[in-house]
């Protein structure tokens, strides 16, 4: 059960940094510090976006194994609001890969209390109970890193957009963020249903492998499509 929280740490917190940090080296696109900021808050957003739903899945239908997990009786109604809750955020972060205005500091908020409060309830029952089970302790892994990465980069990119030489107005930068955020999103997308379909299975790594590989694929497909279009309505050639 620890190896299964780590994976899940480590597929909705290192791996979107990871991403980012691959989509930052080969693609020349992302050539000014405002780009490259833009790229970590999106891969971030959207695997925020997956462990989210994918969190509220499993309150939803998997409610007495989440609560074991976390060393809790099972059988409580409030699994399916904290599933509800879950949901919300995670629909927020979908929402908010693409956005550009305030609506991400309002994600990141809602995200900063909940995954901050969840870590308070956890100690405080750690404290008071002794409970050392992965969903008391592993989790806190992203209940605090998610929003620490969040406040991080959007707060960065912000003041980078102050700059004079900032381009975020430009019609060119909003069309390449659009682009960029389909690929962000369906990788993210790819790698919540790989994982929780593995995790099913019992085979967590293979989903997430899987899952990646196809959401990768699918946003590929997805950004080649925004980019031609965009050339059609400009007037530009599609082909190369």
């Known amino acids: 059960m620890s190896a299964l929280f780590l994976i899940r740490a480590f597929a909705y917190l290192i791996l979107p940094l990871l991403l980012a940090g691959v989509v930052i080296a080969i693609d020349k696109s992302v050539n000014t510090r405002e780009r490259r900021l833009e790229i970590f808050l999106i891969y971030v957003f959207a695997f925020s976006a997956a462990g989210g739903i994918a969190g509220a899945l499993g309150h939803f239908f998997a409610s007495d194994l989440v609560a074991e997990a976390i060393g809790w009786e099972t059988g409580s109604p409030f699994q399916l609001e ?29 995200g900063t209390i909940f995954g901050v409060g969840a870590f308070i309830v956890h100690m405080v029952d750690l404290a008071q109970t002794g409970n050392l089970a992965p969903g008391n302790i592993i989790i806190n892994i992203n209940n605090l890193g998610r ?94």
């Open 82 to 110: 904290i599933g509800f809750a879950n949901l919300a955020l995670g629909v927020l972060a979908v929402i908010a890969i693409g956005r550009r205005d305030g609506f991400r500091e309002a994600t990141v908020i809602a």
């Open 147 to 240: 929003p620490a990465l969040l406040i991080t980069f959007l707060w960065a990119l912000r003041r980078e957009e102050r700059s004079p030489e900032s381009e975020g107005n430009s019609d060119a930068y909003i069309d390449w963020q659009s682009s960029q955020a389909a690929l962000g999103g369906m990788a993210g997308g790819g790698v919540g249903a790989g994982l929780g379909m593995g995790i099913a299975l019992g085979q967590p790594l293979i989903g997430l492998v899987l899952g990646l590989i196809g959401g990768l694929a699918l946003g590929m497909v997805m950004r080649r499509r925004t980019i031609v279009e965009r050339q059609a309505k400009e007037g530009q050639p599609t082909g190369g």
